[in-house]
């Protein structure tokens, strides 16, 4: 899909923007959270992979893409985000489908408003995750806060992280350039991320599809088996890709989501 086909839009929550990105068409409401330091634009082919039949509606969430950064990122905080806008949206009920963040903020909402989730997309999603107290996102704080005069000049400040971090320098709107994220939000959000969250894994009863990436996701094996097991409902797709499922394997990702939403 052609991403300047997208219309984006935006509501205002606590005094702050939240962007959104409504890929459109006739099809059921189809709510697509990305994961930190992505943004809702990342789905646009996969969007286009499953229009007509679904319209995918994708949030920057807070701190991300051109959403407003938050004082907090705690999880109270995101699921206020998403109410928020399916509010807006005037949508009693839809799909959401989630990617590693975004997948627990998905289940989480699905499961304190189960009557609004008429089924579950987790995509890398851990039941829990970071009991050891790690943060595998810590490296971000070595990326640069500031700002360039141009995108060239930004890019050079990212040195030997350019590679990975290049498609994430936008434009700001005092002109300057810099990443559509702040660093130490992603950190301090990575932090809220961990913990053991089976009650809310299990506490919607809606369809659910869990994908897991084979070769190199976060998800342990182990942990998605017990993950389908404790969750009636729930079918376990294996990828033969890393965590980033719905990118690195879009055909894939997209056949098996398609497939999973025709019983719903």
Not at 2 to 15: C, F, I, K, N, Y
Not at 56 to 78: C, F, K, T
Not at 130 to 142: E, I, K, Q, R, T
Not at 195 to 223: I, N, Y
Request: glycine share 10%.
């Amino acid at each position: 899909m052609d991403t300047d086909t997208a219309e984006r839009s935006a509501l205002t929550v606590d005094g702050r923007t939240l962007s959104y990105v409504d890929f459109g068409g006739p099809g059921r409401p189809l709510l697509a959270l990305h994961g930190h330091m992505s943004e809702g634009l990342s789905y646009a082919e996969f969007a286009a992979r499953l229009a007509p039949e679904w319209r995918v509606l994708a949030p920057d969430q807070r701190g991300h893409g051109e959403s407003d950064r938050a004082a907090d990122y705690s999880w109270e905080g995101y699921l206020a985000d998403l109410k928020a806008l399916m509010d807006h949206l005037n949508l009693d009920r839809a799909a959401l489908l989630g990617h590693s963040l975004g997948a627990i903020n998905a289940y989480q909402f699905a499961a304190r408003h189960p009557e609004r989730v008429t089924a579950l997309i987790n995509a890398e999603g851990c039941a829990e995750l970071g009991l050891d107290g790690s943060n595998p996102l810590a490296f971000v704080l070595n990326l640069p806060e500031g700002s360039a005069s141009d995108r060239e000049a930004f890019v050079a400040q990212l040195g030997p992280f350019a590679a990975h971090f290049e498609s994430a320098v936008r434009e700001r709107s005092d002109g300057t350039w810099g990443l559509h994220f702040h660093p130490q939000d992603i950190h301090d959000s990575e932090d809220q991320v961990h913990g053991d969250h089976w009650a809310d894994w299990t506490g919607s009863t809606c369809p659910a599809l869990l994908v897991r990436g084979a070769k190199g996701g976060v998800l342990p094996v182990e942990q998605a088996a017990q993950m389908v097991t404790r969750r009636p409902g729930t079918h376990l797709v294996e990828l033969e890709t890393d965590h980033f499922v719905y990118v690195s394997d879009r055909a894939g990702f997209a056949a098996a989501v398609r497939d999973f939403l025709t019983t719903v």
